[in-house]
């Protein structure tokens, strides 16, 4: 998991709520990414950052929102008008997006809505 | 849009034999193929990757080989023991979008 740290790591909400899911990370990379994980399918983009204050949309961004005020961090909010939000959320983070930089991720959180 | 196919789903080998997975990607321009290892509960873990400048790259037990033309990469695994149990997902980048592409994961079990 190098030094990617996500909390928490099991997460439970009722429907209609908003929640936000933690990354941290401390390897000075500059790009970080959100994923999301359903059984037997791949990990899909939700929104990624490349530098600080500024980030874009993935391929499934609809119903969660970021922030991006600092180099090491990278907040998920998972709100509610994510119809299907119960999943398995990765953080990655990677030195740049733009050359092929290996990226590494976090141990992930899990989120269970109830 | 860019798509990762990879085969099999589901892959059991005994202890000791070897395990193979393939990957097919379509954009032609893509120049780095990271492979991951994810046990259960946890992130996925970068075992071995490859960029389009060479055809095969090997780490240990670990091999991975890449064919340009018919936009092919494959992972090996040699001697494989019960540890090497996880769920494998190979990926590529995408040139045209700039995002790395995932497979839908290899489910490998090794028996004793």
């Known amino acids: 998991d190098g030094g990617i740290t996500q909390s928490p790591k099991y997460l439970f909400r009722k429907e209609g709520q908003n929640v936000t899911l933690s990354c941290e990370q401390n390897l000075n990379h500059d790009a970080m990414y959100w994923y999301r994980q359903d059984p037997g399918q791949g990990l899909r983009l939700i929104y990624y950052?490349?530098?600080?204050?500024?980030?874009q949309k993935g391929d499934i961004a609809e119903g969660y929102s970021v922030s991006r005020e600092k180099k090491e961090s990278f907040p998920l909010t998972v709100t509610s008008a994510q119809k299907n939000p119960t999943a398995f959320y990765l953080c990655?983070?990677?030195?740049?997006?733009?050359?092929?930089?290996?990226?590494?991720f976090g141990p992930g959180t899990r989120l269970t809505v109830l | 849009g860019e798509n990762v196919e990879q085969h099999p789903s589901t892959l059991s080998v005994q202890e000791g034999d070897s395990a193979v997975i393939k990957c097919t990607y379509s954009d032609s321009a893509s120049n780095y193929f990271p492979w991951y290892k994810q046990e259960l509960g946890k992130g996925p873990q970068l075992i071995i990757d490859i960029r389009s400048n060479v055809g095969e790259k090997k780490d240990q037990r670990i091999a991975v080989t890449l064919n340009k033309t018919a936009k092919h990469f494959s992972l090996h695994i040699t001697e494989t023991q019960p540890e090497d149990s996880a769920v494998y997902f190979c990926a590529a980048l995408s040139y045209n979008t700039d995002k790395l592409i995932f497979g839908t994961g290899t489910r490998l079990q090794v028996f004793p």
């Open positions: 950052s490349q530098i600080v204050n500024d980030f």
């Open positions: 990655a983070s990677s030195r740049r997006e733009k050359v092929a930089d290996t990226q590494y």
